[in-house]
C-alpha cells in the first residue's frame, strides 16, 4: 500500500515540475530578456526547476547542439576568446581549451557571469567567437545580437544553434542578419532538432528594423 501512495506521489510531483517546466520557459520566450533576469533573479528556485526540465528534454535527443559547438572550436585555433550567451552548465567552456566568457542569468557553476545577455560586461571587440546554443529565447533578439556583434571583433565568428522549428523563414531570417553586420558562413539545416549557422561579423549592426528577425518560441508538449 505504502509503496503504491509512494509511487503516486512521485508521479504527481513528475507533473508538477513538468506544469512549472513548460510554464517557465513559455515565459522565457515570450518576454525579454530582461523581463527572463527578473524572474530568475527574484527566484532562483525557478531557475534550477527551469533547468532539470531542460536537461529532460534535450536527452531525448539524438545529440547534444553544444557537442556541435565544441567539435567546431575544437577545429579551430585553441587562442580563439570565447563568449558562451545563456552557458547553462558551461558544457560548452568544459568540454574545450579556449578561454570562454560564461553568461548566464544564475550561476549552475563558478565559472559563470551572472548578467542579461544584452547587456555583458565585456568590452567592444575583444571576443573572437561568440555562442548562443539554445539562447536566443527574449523576444528582445535584435538587442541580443546588437551585444553579440558590440563585442566581436571585426571578421569573428557567431554560432548559432537553435531549435528548428523555431525558425518561420530562415531566408528572411538570415538577410536580417546581414542588416546586423552578420553574413552567413555556412548553415546545417540537416537535422530535425535544430539548425547550427555560422556568421562572421562584417561590421556593426546598422540601425532600423529588421523584421525577418523573428523566431517562433519553443513550446513543449506535456508528455
Ligand atoms: N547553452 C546551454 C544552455 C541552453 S538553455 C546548452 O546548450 O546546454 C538556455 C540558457 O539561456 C539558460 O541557461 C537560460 O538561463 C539562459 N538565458 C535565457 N535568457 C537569458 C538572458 N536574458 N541572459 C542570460 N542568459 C539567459
Not at 177 to 200: C, I, N, P, R
Request: charged share 25%; glycine share 6%; with cysteine.
Amino acid at each position: 500500500r505504502s509503496g503504491r501512495s509512494a509511487a503516486l506521489r512521485a508521479r504527481m510531483e513528475e507533473r508538477l515540475l513538468g506544469a512549472r517546466f513548460r510554464y517557465l520557459n513559455q515565459q522565457l520566450y515570450t518576454g525579454s530578456s530582461r523581463d527572463a533576469a527578473r524572474l530568475f533573479s527574484t527566484d532562483p528556485a525557478a531557475f534550477h526547476l527551469y533547468h532539470r526540465g531542460f536537461e529532460r528534454q534535450v536527452r531525448r535527443w539524438p545529440e547534444r547542439p553544444v557537442q556541435r559547438i565544441v567539435r567546431y572550436l575544437r577545429r579551430r585555433p585553441a587562442s580563439l576568446v570565447v563568449a558562451d550567451f545563456g552557458c547553462g552548465d558551461c558544457t560548452l567552456a568544459a568540454s574545450v581549451k579556449n578561454q570562454v566568457h560564461c553568461f548566464d542569468l544564475v550561476a549552475l557553476s563558478p565559472r559563470v557571469t551572472v548578467c542579461d545577455m544584452a547587456k555583458v560586461p565585456l568590452a567592444a571587440e575583444s571576443v573572437d567567437v561568440a555562442v548562443f546554443c539554445l539562447a536566443l529565447m527574449g523576444t528582445n533578439l535584435q538587442e541580443i545580437l546588437g551585444e553579440a556583434n558590440r563585442v566581436l571583433k571585426l571578421g569573428g565568428t557567431l554560432m548559432v544553434a537553435e531549435v528548428a522549428s523555431r525558425f518561420e523563414d530562415t531566408h528572411a531570417f538570415l538577410k536580417a542578419m546581414m542588416q546586423l553586420g552578420f553574413k552567413t558562413v555556412s548553415k546545417d539545416l540537416s537535422s530535425s532538432y535544430f539548425y547550427v549557422l555560422e556568421f562572421a561579423k562584417t561590421g556593426p549592426a546598422r540601425p532600423g528594423a529588421a523584421p525577418g528577425l523573428r523566431l517562433r518560441p519553443c513550446l513543449y508538449k506535456r508528455r
